[in-house]
Nanobody, 123 residues
Framework: QVQLVESGGGLVQAGGSLRLSCAASGRAFSIYVMGWFRQAPGKEREFVAAINRSGGTTYYADSVKGRFTISRDNAKNTVYLQMHSLKPEDTAVYYC????????????????WGQGTQVTVSS
């Protein structure tokens, strides 16, 4: 069992930056592939970014490539999402998730989810 707690969300102007954190507790953090997803009002949840167990491979949705960076610190049991050049369309609840498999972009392969953190980008 893994518990995930996101933090770092907030209100930012377009063009600004935020860094989200996701702290994990429970079983060994390094065995999990970690991902970030987001859900905007009235829309389905969508994949944002993911990172493999070692942190050596990352995956991004086309909409955030070049603006967002996912990273992890296995010693601190934490995964991060650094977001730059934020746009109003990035407004959503951002969720951290963990999986034991090898399908980093597939939502239904994630076993554990955090409660989400709100990111609001004003124009």
């Amino acid at each position: 069992q893994v518990q995930l707690v996101e933090s770092g969300g907030g209100l930012v102007q377009a063009g600004g930056s935020l860094r989200l954190s996701c702290a994990a507790s429970g079983r060994a953090f390094s065995i999990y592939v970690m991902g970030w997803f987001r859900q905007a009002p009235g829309k389905e949840r969508e994949f944002v970014a993911a990172i493999n167990r070692s942190g050596g491979t990352t995956y991004y949705a086309d909409s955030v490539k070049g603006r967002f960076t996912i990273s992890r610190d296995n010693a601190k049991n934490t995964v991060y999402l650094q977001m730059h050049s934020l746009k109003p369309e990035d407004t959503a609840v951002y969720y951290c998730a963990a999986q034991r498999w090898l399908a980093p972009t597939v939502e239904n392969q994630y076993d554990y989810w955090g409660q989400g953190t709100q990111v609001t980008v004003s124009s």
